[in-house]
């Protein structure tokens, strides 16, 4: 990568990039994208795959009401409630 494609970049990404540091930050994404060559060159022919988060099952609990109706309790604290609905200041013309 040289420093067009690094302010090409910068301005696509919408980041600031001084003159400055457009060489150092080349260098550095060049740097990865070499570390990336060097992974993708090794041999993984025969290698089992490590476990994966997506093969584990996740517990669940039952779905059951744990809590009491308190709609009236709450609603009668509420500044404004009609019909079992909260009342809001309109904001909207």
């Known amino acids: 990568m040289d420093r ?5 970049l910068a301005e ?7 003159d400055a540091t457009a060489d150092e930050v ?12 060097q ?8 290698v089992a795959p490590m476990a994966h988060p997506m093969d584990a099952t996740q517990r669940l609990r039952a779905d059951e009401v744990t809590e ?10 509420a500044p404004a409630a009609e019909a079992g609905l909260y009342l809001v200041p309109k904001v909207i013309d």
Do not use: C, H
């Open 4 to 8: 067009s494609d690094i302010v090409k």
């Open 12 to 18: 696509l990404a919408r980041i600031e990039v001084t």
């Open 26 to 37: 080349a260098k550095s994404i060049t740097d990865v994208l070499n570390l990336v060559d």
């Open 39 to 46: 992974l993708q060159a090794a041999d993984t022919d025969g």
């Open 68 to 77: 009491t109706n308190q709609r009236e309790a709450f609603q009668a604290i």
